[in-house]
């Protein structure tokens, strides 16, 4: 079987569009852009990172 179809990408905050997270995603299984609440350290509360492209 060939190497998954991962890739890397860049999470960043909706509010002040900082590049907070690295993660990586499968391709095939996960095709919409993902959108994530998570931590922002620059807007000290939790925010919606979205995939950057
Ligand atoms: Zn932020």
Same mark, same amino acid.
């Given at each position: 079987?060939?190497?998954?179809?991962? !890739?890397? /990408? &860049? #999470? %960043?905050? &909706? %509010?002040?569009?900082?590049?907070?997270?690295? &993660? !990586?995603?499968? @391709?095939? $299984?996960?095709? %919409?852009? #993902? !959108? /994530?609440?998570?931590?922002?350290?620059?807007? @000290?509360?939790?925010?919606?990172? $979205? !995939?950057? $492209?």
């Amino acid at each position: 079987m060939a190497v998954a179809a991962r !890739e890397k /990408i &860049t #999470l %960043e905050c &909706t %509010e002040c569009k900082r590049r907070n997270y690295m &993660t !990586e995603k499968n @391709k095939k $299984k996960n095709t %919409e852009r #993902l !959108e /994530i609440v998570k931590y922002c350290k620059y807007c @000290k509360k939790r925010t919606t990172h $979205k !995939e950057t $492209k």
